[in-house]
């Protein structure tokens, strides 16, 4: 599956059917994921929060 980069070092997936983003880092290490984000949020806000644990 390939995921798009949603904001700088994270990608997201969607889970379309319950209304929720998954958003993750990829390294060599494996995949780390920092956070489990509603959709229907402001997107801004959604950034706001992968931006602030860069």
């Known amino acids: 599956m ?7 070092g994270y990608r997201r ?5 319950f209304g929720y983003m998954v958003a ?3 390294d060599d290490e494996g ?3 920092a ?3 509603h959709t229907r ?3 801004q806000t959604n950034r706001a929060v992968l931006e602030r644990r860069s």
């Open 35 to 37: 956070a489990l984000l």
């Open 2 to 8: 390939a995921a798009r980069e949603y904001v700088p």
């Open 13 to 17: 997936v969607m889970l379309v059917p």
């Open 31 to 33: 995949v780390d994921v």
């Open 24 to 26: 993750f880092a990829v």
């Open 41 to 43: 949020r402001d997107p």
